[in-house]
Nanobody, 127 residues
């Protein structure tokens, strides 16, 4: 049983930066594969970024590559999403997600492959 809690959302202007946090109820993130998804009104939940801590690999959706960075503070059991050069189209509710890290191949872009979800944090970017 894993609990995830997101925070850090807010209202910003286009071009600004924001950092989201996700605290997990585990000692280390090496036991989890983790990711970020977002959902705008009327749209499906969309893949944003993912991390495989054991292999030190990170992955990003096409719309955020070069602007967003996923990272972690292992001592604090916290994953971050640094969002730079924000655009109005980034406006959405952002969700932290996790699944047990088995070391195998899985589709990290598919929301159905994650077992645990946070409650969401709203990001609104004005033009």
């Amino acid at each position: 049983q894993v609990q995830l809690v997101e925070s850090g959302g807010g209202l910003v202007q286009a071009g600004d930066s924001l950092r989201l946090s996700c605290v997990a109820s585990v000692r280390t993130f090496t036991s989890l594969a983790m990711g970020w998804f977002r959902q705008a009104p009327g749209k499906e939940r969309e893949f944003v970024a993912a991390a495989r801590w054991t292999s030190r690999r990170t992955y990003y959706g096409d719309s955020v590559k070069g602007r967003f960075t996923i990272s972690a503070d292992n001592a604090e059991n916290t994953m971050f999403l640094q969002m730079n050069t924000l655009k109005p189209e980034d406006t959405a509710e952002y969700f932290c997600a996790a699944r047990p890290e088995y070391g195998g191949i899985f589709d990290y872009t598919a929301k159905t492959n994650y077992d645990y979800w946070g409650q969401g944090t709203q990001v609104t970017v004005s033009s």
